[in-house]
């Protein structure tokens, strides 16, 4: 099991910058993939962007080439790193950690809200 806390949420205007950060409440290392997805309202939640424990990133199109998302094992920290920030990017985001056990587990936290005004 594996608790994830986020932070760093808030009301940005657009064309500014907030990171994320999401806090595990173990080692990081070995988890296969973790992730941040966005849920806005009246919509479905939707993957942001996603990195393995190797390294590899995939991020949704809306996103690319504004957010980055990185890991910080040491730290048990995974951040997403949100650049020119548009009023669409408005939603409340979740961490979540895809661990194997004997098939794949997902784990979420409460999530942080983004507001991004005109």
């Known amino acids: 099991q594996v608790q994830l806390v986020e932070s760093g949420g808030g009301l940005v205007q657009a064309g500014g910058s907030l990171r994320l950060s999401c806090a595990a409440s173990?080692?990081?290392?070995?988890?296969?993939?973790m992730g941040w997805y966005r849920q806005a309202p009246g919509k479905q939640r939707e993957l942001v962007a996603r990195i393995s424990s190797g390294g590899s990133r995939n991020y949704a199109d809306s996103v690319k080439g504004r957010f980055t998302i990185s890991r910080d094992n040491a730290k048990n920290t995974l951040y997403l790193q949100m650049n020119s920030l548009k009023p669409e990017d408005t939603a409340v985001y979740y961490c979540n950690a895809e661990v194997y056990i004997d098939s794949y587990y997902d784990y979420w936290g409460q999530g942080t809200q983004v507001t991004v005004s005109s």
């Open positions: 173990r080692s990081i290392f070995s988890i296969n993939f």
